[in-house]
């Protein structure tokens, strides 16, 4: 069962819905290329990393690089004894499509022991059809597990205006594949963080500097059961 969020936060999460590509490239309609994910800092082989596959939300939209969530939330393992390195593989305006395209050079990578998979809201966008995403994001957790790699899926809300039964399948969606997958689970990613004014940019979507530093908490706190000191 999707956790009970109130009326405030499932609005919210609508409008974010609705924006998010607003502000982003659109890859597929101009018929771009899956760019590489950018790479936190000091990256080496032998260190563990945390993958973050997204879209604008982990791609850090109107941040630099060092106010993104990834970013952050490598200082804020390490400042916790915590020995990973986090790769910034966002893209703006991605599907679960484009993230299940580029999944395999992704979690390729040497050393992945984590995925923190933040897909979807474009899909909402486009009124794609919940099983081709539900298809998608299963597939990228089958790879990543095939991998032995963690999983932190992190959910998102569909409107009202998408009908009750598309929002129904959709919002459900998420949960069923963490349950599905026996993977972990985050229901919301911006929680404390939307409607508010001042932790967002001009758009009123997508987080500010401030902003992202309680995202980066949020997934914080989500990640830390699965994560291991050496």
């Known amino acids: 069962m999707l956790p009970r969020l109130d009326h405030l936060i499932l609005t ?20 771009a290329t899956n760019p590489k994910p950018l790479i936190t800092p000091n990256i080496s082989g032998q260190r563990p990393k945390i993958v973050a596959l997204g879209d604008s939300l982990t791609a850090g ?8 969530y990834p970013y952050l939330l490598q200082q804020r ?25 580029r999944a395999d050079w992704v979690l390729g990578q040497e050393n992945v022991e984590i995925l923190i998979l933040e897909l979807g ?21 089958q790879k990543a597990k095939a ?10 809300l569909a409107p009202p205006t998408m009908g009750a039964e598309y929002q129904r399948a959709y919002t459900n969606a998420f949960p069923e594949l963490a349950s599905e997958h ?23 979507i997508h987080p500010n500097a401030a902003g992202a530093k309680i995202m980066t908490e949020n997934i914080y706190n989500a990640l830390r059961p699965m994560l291991t000191k050496r």
């Open 147 to 156: 991998r032995n790699i963690k999983i932190l899926l992190c959910g998102m």
């Open 61 to 68: 939209f109107g941040l630099t690089e060092n106010e993104s």
């Open 121 to 141: 809201a474009n899909d909402l966008l486009r009124g794609m059809p919940v099983a081709r995403m539900k298809d998608n994001l299963s597939k990228i957790i």
């Open 77 to 101: 393992l390490k400042a916790d004894g915590y020995d990973y390195e986090v790769v910034n593989a966002g893209v703006s305006g991605d599907t679960s499509l484009g993230g299940l395209e």
């Open 12 to 31: 919210v999460a609508v409008a974010a819905v609705l924006t998010l590509s607003a502000c982003t490239t659109d890859r597929q309609a101009t018929g």
């Open 182 to 204: 026996n993977v972990s689970f985050m229901p919301f990613v911006l929680e404390g963080i939307a409607l508010k004014r001042e932790l967002n940019q001009g758009d009123g």
